[in-house]
């Protein structure tokens, strides 16, 4: 198993930035992928970004550029650092973990075997 926690969301002005964190216990972190996801009230779940064991990453489109995603592994930490925020990336966010090692990155939340609980991000225009 793989336990992972989210901190970090809060309440933000349109064009303020966040931090997100997702500290992560149990099995190896290294060797994993690992994702960030988001839901708005009324959708679906959303891939943001996923960074794979070897530090390669994946941005979404609609946060390319404004997003990024990156890890410690010392830390057993994932991070998702957010700058010029919109309301449109109002949601709540998820960290995920792939069940396996080494695995590629994947924007399909079907392919990550842990979830943490969220963490809400709430941004006013």
């Known amino acids: 198993q793989v336990q992972l926690v989210e901190s970090g969301g809060g309440l933000v002005q349109a064009g303020g930035s966040l931090r997100l964190s997702c500290a992560a216990s149990?099995?190896?972190?290294?060797?994993?992928?690992m994702a960030w996801f988001r839901q708005a009230p009324g959708q679906e779940r959303a891939f943001v970004a996923a960074?794979?064991?070897?530090?390669?990453?994946f941005h979404d489109g609609s946060v390319k550029g404004r997003f990024t995603i990156s890890r410690d592994n010392a830390k057993l930490t994932l991070y998702l650092q957010m700058n010029g925020l919109k309301p449109e990336d109002t949601a709540i966010y998820y960290c995920?973990?792939?069940?396996?090692?080494?695995?590629?990155?994947?924007?399909?939340?079907?392919?990550?075997?842990?979830w943490g609980q969220g963490t809400q991000v709430t941004v006013s225009s």
């Open positions: 960074i794979s064991s070897n530090g390669a990453t």
């Open positions: 149990g099995r190896p972190f290294v060797s994993r992928t």
């Open positions: 995920a973990a792939r069940g396996r090692a080494y695995l590629s990155t994947s924007s399909s939340s079907h392919d990550y075997a842990y």
